[in-house]
């Protein structure tokens, strides 16, 4: 979940939903510490061509929600040492032409 401060300067808990449109074409989280992993609610951002992951170190897990992201062309996940593995069915994005960071296996 990401936080926003609210009026009386309180942290709430709020999702990506409640921070942007779901005709979004790019996302950089860059450099954002706090996510350990991205939110089911990703799944519902169909525009989104470009997601910047990179140096997001905390990140451990991408929702299985991000193989409904269609039109996805460019993932970077550089510098996310803590992401073990991909959802199942990342294959189904046919679009995606740049996956950055993600090491498959080492020879």
């Known amino acids: 979940m990401l936080y926003a401060s609210g009026t009386n300067g309180k ?3 709020r999702g990506l939903g409640a ?10 989280l860059q450099g954002v ?22 140096e997001c170190h905390n990140l451990e897990m991408l929702s299985k929600e991000i193989t409904k992201l269609k039109e996805l062309r460019y993932l970077d996940l550089s510098e996310c040492y803590l992401l073990a593995c991909m ?14 960071g993600f090491v498959i296996s080492n020879p």
């Open 11 to 13: 942290k709430r808990r």
């Open 33 to 54: 510490s706090s996510i350990t992993e991205l939110p089911d609610s990703i799944g519902k951002h169909s525009s989104l061509v470009i997601l910047d992951l990179k």
């Open 87 to 100: 959802p199942k069915g990342l294959g189904t994005l046919l679009e995606l032409l740049v996956l950055k």
């Open 19 to 28: 921070l942007f449109s779901n005709d979004v074409r790019f996302l950089s």
